[in-house]
């Protein structure tokens, strides 16, 4: 995705937040999006996915899905509920079963799953909760996958059961938002992308990164979580 000379303003200000961004996300790869609190990184998400107006050229225009930090759900939802609603709609299906999931879902997400299938939301964990739906949500298929903080206050085995499942899916192109220099270094692969001062402040591969790991003024991206 090449996105080139991006504006955009919040409704009724008078300058614009972005004025003439550019820079690249790349294909079948994992691309990180980082930056302080306030730098804008939701922001762009939702002008990635068209939810924000801006002006400029976002190419190409493939289907894409967001999730953002969490879902709400009642406490008495299970997780074949949750399941059913997300793939259910999907799919077209009125009831959807473990074994209805283990023919669409890849083995990590049914694995996680299936000890959980008939478990109430209010019963689960923080980290089970969220994982719950960013595993279902990654199940749907997109051409662009977009993560808002999805390591966020998930403990590390949950992390990479995440990152896993990421990996059972090569052919999209995935933006992360992140706080957390452990989510970066988990992948060989990837772009790394700064975002400061309202402009792409930097662009590493995975190896470019790893050589800025004690730059105090890099650093500061990672601080506020």
Known sequence: ?????????????????????????????????????????????????????????????????????????????RVCDVAQLVLGVATGQLRLSLTDLAERADAPTVAFLTPLWHRHYGDLSGGERKLVQLLLFLQVDRDLVVLD???????????????????????????????????VTAFKQCQVLWLADRQIKATWTAEQFADHANDSEFLQAFKTI
């Open 1 to 77: 995705m090449q996105i080139r000379q991006l504006k955009y303003t919040f409704p009724k200000a008078q300058q614009p937040f972005f004025d003439g961004l550019n820079f690249d996300l790349v294909a079948h790869q994992v691309n990180f999006l980082i930056g302080q609190n306030g730098a804008g990184k939701t922001t762009l998400a939702d002008i990635l996915l068209g939810l924000r107006p801006a002006q400029g050229e976002i190419t190409p225009q493939g289907s894409s899905i967001y999730l953002n930090q969490k879902l709400p759900m009642l406490a008495a939802t």
């Open 149 to 183: 903080e999805p390591t966020a206050f998930v403990d590390r085995q949950h992390v990479a059961t995440l990152f896993t499942v990421i990996r059972e899916h090569p052919q999209r192109t995935y933006l992360l938002i992140t706080h957390d220099v452990r989510d």
